[in-house]
């Protein structure tokens, strides 16, 4: 295909990456970001096999390696009791078995690895500081109108356009799709601390993952082990606003008053917590024309199988792999790239949804689930999910 003139809408995970992985196919890329500059939101993410794999084919596996960790397992306890209730591999059984690392990593620090290779491949243009408003797809290119931070308006026309732009994408109502995603009733607090200040049983390399009825909570190493990164869900009848609205301690405590006391004292650590609200989305269509959507503005998933980050990643990758390819024209490459990713993505929503309810099961479906967590061990805990981390392009 001939080098093409691509536009993305949006400077997430998925943007950031698409635009390296398309660059490196020889196309020249516009990236449109809403934002005025990068500052550091957001906490830990995980990055599955399936994830590392396609981050280290762009080159950016040195630079991960210095602020990544890689957990030898997930251990799995009871919630309310400390006990626990089985593992599942990690570390070298995931490279081993998929050919490439489960890592943890803090979102920003990702982030900053994916704009530096940005800002150094000299056929990707970042634009900050406008907010993309309407795409319109037309028969040769596919217009895109955004507007600048003093209220200006301006369109550029483009081969293809791609949103990135998150759960709330408006680029998702350019392809007809104008449905709010769904609140899944449960919020997530997220924070921080100094390795050195959880309890000494939970400030090993291990991933943690506590299991009760009414939440759950997981934590692990993140910036080369300096900090830890805690996350832990709360059912809440009504959902907040954006990625970091501040939370009270205490508050989370009290929906935490009967869990271990290992526990508790971790969550008692933070002078600081944020949280921000669960929601979902069908998938209908993942492009229509010369417009395409990827990750959170296509599929938003929940965290239950901390996929959202790595479908972002590998829908960038497929994307650039349909871009590329021989004798396509761009509307038939991006509905290659919708038949490709649809079911795939679909069934990572399913399940991570399946997740959740698996997660704060109680009585006797928690008592058969952990059954089944201690006869699998944690190398068949970790094959259950074969499907998901052993993908590779068709392309
Ligand atoms: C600020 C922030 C903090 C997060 N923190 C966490 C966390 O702690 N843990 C976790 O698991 N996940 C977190 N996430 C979500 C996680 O990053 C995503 O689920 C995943 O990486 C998929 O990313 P994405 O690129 O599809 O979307 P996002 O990461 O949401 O990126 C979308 C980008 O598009 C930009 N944008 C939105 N609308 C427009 C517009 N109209 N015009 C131009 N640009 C636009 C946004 O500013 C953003 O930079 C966070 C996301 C954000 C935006």
């Given amino acids: 295909m001939a080098a093409l003139s691509i536009a993305v809408a949006g400077a997430g995970i998925g943007g950031l990456t698409a635009a390296l992985a398309l660059a490196r196919r020889g196309h020249t890329i516009t990236i449109i970001e809403r934002r005025t500059g990068f500052t550091e939101v957001g906490a830990g993410l995980q990055l599955s096999p399936n994830a590392s794999r396609i981050l280290m084919d762009l080159g950016l596996g040195a630079a991960l390696r210095r602020v990544v960790t890689e957990p030898p397992q997930v251990v799995v306890r009871d ?28 979102r920003a620090e990702l982030q900053t690895i994916l704009l530096d290779a940005v800002r150094s491949t000299p056929s990707v243009r970042l634009v900050m500081g406008r907010t993309v408003e309407t795409v319109e797809d037309r028969a040769d290119r596919a217009e895109l109108t955004f507007v600048t931070g003093n209220g200006a308006r301006e369109s550029t026309a483009f081969d ?69 990164n805690i996350v832990a ?19 989370l405590l009290a929906g935490y008053a009967n869990a271990a006391a290992a526990l508790r004292k971790l969550l008692a650590e933070p002078e600081q917590w944020l949280r921000w609200s669960l929601f979902d989305h069908p998938v209908t269509s993942l492009a229509k024309g010369r417009v395409a959507l990827l990750g959170d503005a296509a599929h938003p998933i929940l965290p239950f199988l901390a996929q959202g980050a790595a479908m972002a990643i590998e829908d ?62 944690p ?3 970790a094959t259950r999910y074969a499907w998901l981390y052993d993908f590779r392009l068709l392309a």
Avoid at 234 to 249: I, Q
């Fill in 79 to 106: 919630l309310g009791s400390g006990r626990p209730i089985g593992a599942v591999a990690l570390g070298a059984f995931m490279r081993e078995r998929f050919g490439a690392p489960y890592w943890v990593v803090h």
């Fill in 160 to 228: 293809a356009v791609i949103g990135a732009d998150g759960i709330w994408s408006t680029v998702r109502q350019s392809l007809g799709d104008c449905r709010k995603p769904g609140y899944r009733g449960s919020i997530a607090w997220r924070a921080t601390i100094d390795r050195n200040r959880a309890p000494a049983e939970l400030a090993g390399d291990e991933t943690g993952l506590w299991l009760g009825r009414r939440g759950h909570v997981v934590h692990y190493p993140i910036s080369g082990g300096r900090l830890v």
């Fill in 233 to 251: 869900i709360t059912k809440s009848p009504s959902p907040v606003d954006g990625w970091a609205a501040p939370g009270e301690g205490r508050d």
């Fill in 316 to 377: 960038a990758a497929a994307l650039a792999s349909v871009l590329d390819a021989d004798a396509q024209t761009v509307p038939s490459a991006l509905s290659t790239y919708d038949s490709q990713r649809r079911d795939r993505v679909s069934k990572v929503q399913q399940a991570a949804r399946q997740n959740g309810r698996v997660y704060h099961m109680g009585g006797l479906m928690g008592f058969a689930r952990n059954q089944v967590m201690r006869r699998l061990g």
């Fill in 379 to 381: 190398e068949g805990m």
